[in-house]
């Protein structure tokens, strides 16, 4: 990787330079996958772009892209170049145009964070509070956390930092812990059956709504299933906001994070109850790319949002 960012990048002293245009076509044709878009992007013909990336092909001695169902799909060794051709992208580009520092007071960027909805619910107030004090022209683009997808996003640049429990296990994501959660169950608050400590065996003969995976609060499913007591899913719902309404108006249970608890029986009648199975303690994270140009902006949003969280919880 190193010899292959050598080659990459222009130095004095006998290595061949790669023209910064070809970094630039290197960069969106891996973000959009498309010969036809990366030209567009660039404002030149689709013939000089498939140029540029037989040129890319030839400087490299590797494929980089190769055809597929879903358009280019990058080869092991385009997806080990182009995190720190993107980031080396960057830095020239703020080096140039003169935002290489990040004043926060007087910044116009906007941050991108990934969160579920429950995370939008309990974290971002206190988030957009100190970006208001803090960083006031500053703007914040919270987009729905899928957690297969959200590794990549960091890479690629399309998010900026990533909210969630589950542990992003790669050398190249950060992880700053925030605090830890714990889950209880939520029903009717006239549920006819389920009381504050109900059984296992009373638990399991119900019906239960659960919030889909992408989300990534599967800790009770994996527990029972480590029991050999899966529940009995009715239906997946995309978002835990829509939870109270929907156990409110049947005899469903769902399990919930206990920091959700008090927005979620304000909005429904509903109420909680101790769950029959133990459930460790998740710990909310922040994941942010570990990169190894510095990125001024985002290190700041992650002392930020680091120091905000853990000293609010």
Known sequence: MDDIYARACPRVGGVPDLDLNLVKTFVLLYETRSVTRTAEALFLTQPSASHALRRLRRHFGDELFVRSADGLRPTETADGMYPRLRQALEVITETVSGTGAFDPLTSQ????????????????????????????????????LDFADAAQELRQGRADAVLCTP??????????????????????????????????????????IAVAAAAGHVDADQVLARLGHPRDIVVHVPHFAVLPELVARTGYLAVVPSRAVRAFTRAAPARTFTLPFDIPPVEVALHTYRRTLPAPAVEWLRATITGLLTSSH
């Open 167 to 208: 542990r992003l296990d790669a050398p190249d994501i950060r992880r700053d812990p925030l605090f830890q959660e714990r889950y209880v169950g939520l029903c009717a608050t006239d549920h006819p059956r389920i009381g504050d400590r109900p059984e296992l065996g009373e638990y399991l003969a119900e019906r239960h």
């Open 109 to 144: 960027r906007t941050f991108r964070i990934r969160a579920t909805d429950l995370g939008e619910m309990i974290l971002l107030p206190a988030v957009l509070a100190a970006l208001e004090a803090r960083a006031p022209h500053c703007r914040i683009e919270v987009a729905p």
